[in-house]
Nanobody, 125 residues
Framework: QVQLAESGGGLAQAGGSLRLSCAASGRTFSSYSMGWFRQAPGKEREFVATITWSGSTTYYADSVKGRFTISRDNAKNAVYLQMNTLKPEDTAVYYC??????????????????WGQGTQVTVSS
């Protein structure tokens, strides 16, 4: 069992930065692939970024590539999302997710077993 809790959301101006954190509980965290998703009002939850259990491989949505960076610290049971050059269209609730068998399905919400409650990110123009 893994429990996830996001933090670090808030209000930022366009062009600014925010860093999201996801704290995980559970002894199996280091064996899970971790991902960030987001959901804007009236839209479906969408993939943002993912990182493998070792941290050696990352994937990003085209919309955030070059602006966002996902990382993890298995010693601290944490995963992070550094968001730079924020745009108003990045406004959404951001969710941390973990999965034991994500593999190539990293864009699919169904590949993840555990989810946090989400943290709001609002970017003003």
């Amino acid at each position: 069992q893994v429990q996830l809790a996001e933090s670090g959301g808030g209000l930022a101006q366009a062009g600014g930065s925010l860093r999201l954190s996801c704290a995980a509980s559970g002894r199996t965290f280091s064996s899970y692939s971790m991902g960030w998703f987001r959901q804007a009002p009236g839209k479906e939850r969408e993939f943002v970024a993912t990182i493998t259990w070792s941290g050696s491989t990352t994937y990003y949505a085209d919309s955030v590539k070059g602006r966002f960076t996902i990382s993890r610290d298995n010693a601290k049971n944490a995963v992070y999302l550094q968001m730079n050059t924020l745009k108003p269209e990045d406004t959404a609730v951001y969710y941390c997710a973990g999965g034991a068998y994500v593999s190539r399905n990293y864009r699919d919400t169904r590949a993840y077993d555990y989810w946090g409650q989400g943290t709001q990110v609002t970017v003003s123009s």
